[in-house]
């Protein structure tokens, strides 16, 4: 597990010096590794020669300094896990060493549309995401990065700071890892108890049920998606909304074509976010 900017590097050289014009794939990660990041891994042996994977819990994603104390870290288990998939190269840097002031002060900017759905909850989030992730590409310089389809925000903020900042960075997805119950697997849902389990699988569910009436416009849509949750006390709806692939921004009533549908909620004080590929009519 390496842990400074000077270790990486040298390490990165032996790589290159070792197998020159290999491919190298980064997996950015906060660590609490499960079934979804072993999925990861598989997709970046598809598209590179070498593996790259980051363990860092960014303070900067955290909305308070109790919070991201209180975020799960099992180094151990993900070192393990990591060797046994034959990961190539992992950094696990603690705060201080990519942040050594506390916060960074120069910083990328998810400009508006950080602003919203995930951003708006969170209107931090997405800038501290993005200024860790370009400090990543700098440091390792990746020949393709590799996300799940969870976060399509995410997703879709990286691939437009590629394009602004011109990195050379390809970006490679992967479907959502789903448990029985159809929710995404995370570090989140081994903290549910059973009957707040049972409602955390009702957005799923109402996902679902947007992408049935997808074919009678954006209201149905929607409407089908909110009636899946009445009745659910536990579930606490964030936002429920459907966008253009293209902008992430919202579609009007009328528009027809591939579109998103996007979810958060939270259920038991955890935040469960998700996302399904529809076809509005």
Do not use: W
Request: aromatic content about 6%.
């Amino acid at each position: 597990m390496i842990s400074t900017v000077d270790e990486l590097r040298a390490r990165l050289a032996e790589v290159r010096a070792a197998a020159p014009g290999a491919r190298i794939a980064l997996i950015s990660t906060i660590g609490s590794l499960h079934d979804g990041h072993i999925d990861l891994v598989h997709r970046a042996r598809e598209v590179a020669d070498v593996v790259v994977v980051s363990v860092f819990v960014n303070p900067l994603r955290f909305a308070s300094p109790a919070e991201f104390a209180a975020y799960p870290r099992t180094p151990d288990e993900d070192e393990r896990l990591l060797e046994s998939l034959g990961v190539e190269v992992v950094f696990a840097p603690d705060a201080n060493e990519l942040l050594p002031t506390g916060s960074a002060t120069t910083k990328v900017t998810a400009g508006d549309l950080g602003l919203r759905y995930e951003g708006r909850a969170r209107p931090f989030y997405f800038d501290g995401l993005l200024t860790v992730e370009a400090k990543l590409f700098h440091l390792v310089d990746p020949d393709v990065a590799v996300y799940g389809e969870r976060d399509r925000q995410r997703v879709f903020l990286v691939r437009r700071m590629i394009r602004d900042l011109f990195f050379d960075v390809e970006v490679a997805t992967v479907e959502t890892v789903r448990g029985d119950d159809g929710l995404p697997v995370s570090t989140r849902v081994g903290m549910l108890e059973e009957r707040d389990l049972a409602a955390a699988a009702l957005l799923p569910a109402a996902l679902d049920a947007a992408a049935a009436n997808a074919d009678r416009g954006v209201d149905a849509c929607i409407a089908a998606a909110q009636s899946a949750l009445m009745g659910e006390p536990r579930i606490r709806l964030e936002y429920l909304s459907v966008v253009d692939p293209a902008t992430f921004l919202p579609v009007d009533e009328g528009s027809s074509g591939p579109a998103l549908a996007l979810i958060a909620a939270s259920v038991a004080g955890h935040r469960f976010i998700d996302n399904a590929e529809i076809y509005l009519g």
